[in-house]
């Protein structure tokens, strides 16, 4: 091995189209698609070194779960790899952790980056998305930047559909608490699936999102965009909540921020939302729009801080 220590920063990333659900017998694959853009200003910055001894390290501050989840990604490194590598990790995000703001897409694609420059394993790009996806599904298309869909095929990889500049588009996260989520996404995904009666429809109707999707992306359609994201963010939801027990990951100023960006966009304003497994609301919308829609938002009784970003997110690697 030629470096001891490697450092990489990797971008969170919002589904515009979602993966709900996980393969049946197939680890951490999922079910379904997705296309997402990368948050180009919410990272991850992870520090990788070769260890000694006999167990990893993991030297910042961690729950025991996330502990635990972190030593079983190395456990699975060491026997794809066929590999003994103990490892230092040393891990932070400039954004809320475990909020609904896809801090494990950021942290396991800077992890999988990161293993694989340490332990030099080449990997081409469809082998890092994969590497990414053994720790979380939404990992995968954190290892490129721009719009990234997964191919949920037979082996699921994700793949880079456009990079950044196609589409020039800014995000606002509208943050309405940052609290950790109640149920993480693996356990409401799979209690979704068992038990939800919207969840087969979820899988009927997703590949046809997933197409309308790509072509808005290819024509730089904004009002298909808006309304197939919205939808799948909708249906997405409406699963969820009516697995049993319920889950509901909204708050009441999630659902005031949805009808202020449907209010103003039927005024003109080019805006729309999605929200994953938390309370936290993103706002899509065209940079001249970016002003009037922070404004608006940010005045919402519930909204704590806005934080404003735009697409990218191309991992850096040193
Ligand atoms: O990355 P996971 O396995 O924790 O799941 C994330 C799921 C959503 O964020 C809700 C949707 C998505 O496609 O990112």
New binding site residues.
Partial sequence: MSKTCVFVSAAA???L????GKKPGYG?Q?ATG?L?VGLEDLRTQTTLAVGEGDSDLIEFDASAATRQRLTSYFDQVRQEFDSSQRFVLKTENNFPTGT?L?S??SGFAALALAVNELLELHLSDSELSRLAMRG????A?SVFGGFVE?IANEDAYARLVMPAEYWPLSIIVAITDESPKAT???EA?LRTASTSPYYQSWLDTHGDDMQAARDALLDRDFEKLAEVAEASCLK?HASVMTSQPSIMYWQPATVEIMQCVRFIRQRGIACFFTI??GSQVKIICEPDHLETVSATVGALAGVQRLIKTEVGGTPIIS
Avoid: E, F, L, Q
């Fill in positions: 990333n919002i589904a189209v979602k993966y709900w951490n999922p997705s997402s609904g896809a494990s897409a979380s599904g939404s990992a298309r997964v993480g996404s693996t995904m997405m994953d497994a």
